[in-house]
């Protein structure tokens, strides 16, 4: 079997997240904050209707004051905050990205559940991953989040390849077992070095 294509995921991937100041500037000041787990996953469980781009910055915006009965900061400061979980750039696999695409002859595509608003923030920082990848698959643009099939058959047709063709990394377990389902070779991240090792055992040069 020769590996075809890759497919990263973004987030806690090629970009680190870091939910301190959201945590801090919006889930604190809540009356639901205690304790923090359960109102915060509540969050984001139900923000996949933004992820997938069906509802505008102010609706998003309008519906987490509304969950978290708080409203302590207004729109623009709310947003300075959510974007602030997009933390910096991995660089380390920026260069092993780098490397595949250097040495062997593999389509390479990004495909993250993102929202309009951090998208537009990652691409303010100007971290040059542009010319990483030859596609994009983004949830606010297809209207789906992982681990939907139907995003993971859009995969396979950019892809251009048979699913046992293609590679897809992500850090989530459900992503990774849905990708498994339909035949994709799925490698759950878990740094760096274990994902190298998984790469070299599909063949893949990553020097």
């Not at 009356?31 to 109102?39: A, E, F, Q, R, S």
């Not at 997938?52 to 207004?74: H, M, P, T």
């Not at 990652?122 to 030859?134: E, R, T």
């Amino acid at each position: 079997m020769t590996i075809k294509c890759i497919i990263f995921d973004l987030g806690d991937v090629i970009v680190e997240l870091d939910f301190d100041q959201f945590f801090n500037e919006v889930i604190t000041p809540s009356p639901l904050n205690k304790p923090k787990t359960p109102i915060m996953l509540e969050f984001f469980r139900q923000s996949d209707t933004y992820h997938q781009g069906k509802i505008s910055d102010k609706e998003f915006y309008n519906q987490a004051c509304e969950l978290l009965r708080v409203c302590n900061l207004n729109q623009k400061a709310f947003y300075t905050a959510f974007n602030s979980i997009i933390s910096k750039i991995n660089m380390e696999m920026v260069e092993l990205v780098k490397n595949i695409r250097k040495n062997n002859k593999i389509k390479l595509i990004c495909m993250s559940n993102i929202n309009s608003s951090h998208w537009k923030y990652i691409k303010k920082m100007k971290w040059n991953i542009w010319d990483l990848f030859d596609d994009f698959i983004l949830s606010h643009e297809v209207h789906l989040t992982k681990p939907d099939n139907k995003i993971f058959e859009i995969a396979i047709q950019k892809s251009g390849c048979r699913p046992e063709e293609i590679v897809f990394i992500d850090d989530g377990f459900n992503n990774i077992r849905a990708a498994s389902e339909l035949g994709i070779n799925g490698i759950r991240f878990v740094d760096i070095n274990e994902l190298i090792r998984s790469l070299h055992e599909l063949n893949i040069n990553t020097n």
